[in-house]
């Protein structure tokens, strides 16, 4: 229409209203308004796709849509809804699908659980089951926890799993072909609680440890362990697959410090150390020396403070420890929770600097192996130490000194029985004490 012309006009002078058709046929009854078309129902049907999602029409151009594998249809819009499984090729619901890790792939359920397999160990999907028709795994899970026994071909866990010069076996294999002094990861044997004459205290603290150290031959480890066993009255020999090359876990039995002091074991770690094996010298994740306390030595606020206190001085416990935290060691942070809701409790793992998993026992995970005598004494002490300088001083105790750490070395300075962590300490720069200006 040319500008300023009138428009047509019908009876009594009234524009005359524009007759609509459907674009593709011409019908001009039961139209509908589709964006710019008008269309009748059929040709609407043959033309457009209904969202199965949000019901809205849309021309029928294949690269706007998809359809998921039960026929539904969905808008460019919609689809976004959807996630495409890259086993079937299908579009699916976004919450059904999960995630393939040795492939990186997203799956539909359907798929995952026909052709997938669920590890047993860490939860997650993988397409191949690396474990046995018992015990399904992942790849990482198998190499990180199990072996392949070399005799009768079954899986076994690490914590069960012997070795020798010729391969890894599981329990039984092992014993059928080897005698020596030492067990099982598993094995507990009866406690067997030593004090000394000398100790005086009503209500004593315990102290058993772990020590782990390997870097020989399956025989020289065999040979050490038969020069060191003395019958399992003061500790015992385990397996421990963690340990590089061969080697074994040194378990005490709950012993006070004053009968660790009576006891030879600078003579045990030198005729382990003389036989080649090496516990600090494995790197700082290979070998750990744990050092448990009696759980009833302390009440649980006790404890609460120890935990407190490690984790706010990590940065001079790590010189302690010889090792900055590791995975088998993590030192807890409040992130602006509570004390009490962080500190001096089960935290879902062992591996803690601190741990609080076992009934009977704390254990003290952050140190470093060693073989050195006078290291491992002095790590010894210090626990001690620890349990005894807590069970005397309060919270507000601490605070009230501005520096606890000072405070906990002044305590260790002040007893003879701790001499040796006086001279650790010492070399370490840390019973420095602070003079005001």
């Given at each position: 229409m040319v500008s300023g012309e009138t428009p047509p006009s019908g009876g009594n002078n009234q524009p005359m209203e524009a007759i609509m058709e459907c674009h593709i046929c011409g019908t001009t009854e039961e139209l509908e308004v589709y964006g710019e078309f008008h269309l009748c129902p059929d040709c609407r049907d043959e033309h457009l796709k209904q969202c199965s999602d949000c019901g809205?029409?849309?021309?029928?151009?294949?690269?706007?849509?998809?359809?998921?594998?039960?026929?539904?249809?969905?808008?460019?819009?919609?689809?976004?809804n959807l996630s495409y499984c890259e086993h079937c090729e299908e579009f699916s619901s976004e919450d059904d699908f999960v995630h393939i890790v040795d492939l990186d792939e997203y799956w539909c359920d359907s798929c995952a659980e026909n052709h997938a397999y669920h590890c047993d160990s860490c939860g997650d999907w993988t397409s191949e089951n690396c474990g046995d028709s018992d015990t399904t795994l992942c790849q990482g899970c198998f190499e990180a926890d199990y072996y392949i026994c070399d005799d009768c071909g079954e899986l076994v866990h690490n914590s069960d799993a012997?070795?020798?010069?010729?391969?890894?076996?599981?329990?039984?294999?092992?014993?059928?072909?080897?005698?020596?002094?030492?067990?099982?990861?598993?094995?507990?044997?009866?406690?067997n609680f030593l004090s000394s004459d000398k100790d005086d205290e009503k209500c004593l603290a315990y102290l058993g440890f772990e020590l782990e150290a390997g870097g020989v031959t399956s025989s020289e480890r065999n040979d050490i362990a038969d020069e060191i066993?003395?019958?399992?009255?003061?500790?015992?020999?385990?397996?421990?697959?963690?340990?590089?090359?061969?080697?074994?876990?040194?378990?005490?039995?709950?012993?006070?410090?004053k009968r660790h002091k009576e006891l030879d074991w600078a003579g045990v770690l030198r005729q382990m150390s003389n036989g080649g094996m090496k516990s600090h010298d494995l790197g700082a994740e290979s070998c750990g020396l744990h050092v448990?306390?009696?759980?009833?030595?302390?009440?649980?606020?006790?404890w609460l403070l120890i935990d407190w206190f490690i984790s706010k001085y990590q940065s001079q416990f790590e010189l302690i420890a010889r090792r900055k935290e590791t995975h088998w060691a993590r030192f807890k942070k409040s992130n602006g929770l509570p004390v009490k809701d962080?500190?001096?409790?089960s935290s879902g793992t062992r591996y803690q600097a601190v741990n609080f998993e076992n009934a009977n026992t704390v254990e003290f995970r952050l140190f470093r192996g060693t073989l050195k005598y006078s290291t491992f004494m002095a790590t010894l002490e210090i626990v001690d130490a620890l349990v005894h300088w807590a069970g005397q001083v309060s919270i507000s105790d601490i605070l009230s000194t501005g520096d606890a750490f000072q405070n906990f070395t002044a305590y260790i300075r002040s007893s003879s029985l701790y001499e040796n962590a006086v001279n650790y300490l010492n070399e370490l720069n840390l019973m420095e004490v602070k003079k005001c200006a």
């Open positions: 809205e029409y849309f021309i029928d151009n294949e690269n706007d849509y998809v359809i998921d594998r039960e026929g539904n249809i969905y808008c460019e819009s919609c689809r976004e012997m070795s020798d010069d010729d391969g890894t076996y599981c329990r039984s294999c092992y014993e059928s072909n080897h005698s020596n002094d030492i067990h099982n990861y598993s094995y507990e044997p009866y406690l066993s003395d019958g399992e009255d003061t500790f015992y020999l385990k397996e421990d697959g963690s340990i590089p090359e061969y080697g074994f876990e040194l378990v005490s039995h709950p012993i006070t410090l448990h306390v009696s759980r009833n030595y302390l009440s649980s606020y006790k962080v500190y001096g409790k």
